[in-house]
């Protein structure tokens, strides 16, 4: 199995950025695909990023586009998301994800989960 935690989250302004953080232990770091999701109050949880196992291919929701950038340090057994130009509607609690085999959007196609970390851009 694998654990997951996440950090990096607080309040911003709009405009900011800030650095999330998702640190792995367990099986096999290396060879897992790699994704965050998100969800506001209210809402139903949402994609947004996800990374393969190399690196080599990314993938991210139309909204975050052009402002997020999904990383990770097999080494340092770590995923990260930097947040730049961040807007109100980005407000959410930001979830970890790993999964076996190609990268994917539905999160139903995950395996493990962090305990998420909140996210707040004030106007």
């Known amino acids: 199995q694998v654990q997951l935690v996440e950090s990096g989250g607080g309040l911003v302004q709009a405009g900011g950025s800030l650095r999330l953080s998702c640190a792995a232990s367990g099986r096999t770091f290396s060879y897992y695909t790699m994704g965050w999701f998100r969800q506001a109050p209210g809402k139903e949880r949402e994609f947004v990023a996800t990374i393969s196992w190399r690196g080599g291919s990314t993938y991210y929701t139309n909204s975050v586009q052009g402002r997020f950038t999904i990383s990770r340090d097999n080494a340092k057994n770590t995923v990260y998301l930097q947040m730049n130009s961040l807007k109100p509607e980005d407000t959410a609690v930001y979830y970890c994800?790993?999964?076996?085999?190609?990268?994917?959007?539905?999160?139903?196609?995950?395996?493990?989960w962090g305990q998420g970390t909140q996210v707040t851009v004030s106007s």
């Open positions: 994800a790993a999964r076996q085999g190609m990268v994917a959007t539905g999160g139903y196609e995950y395996d493990y």
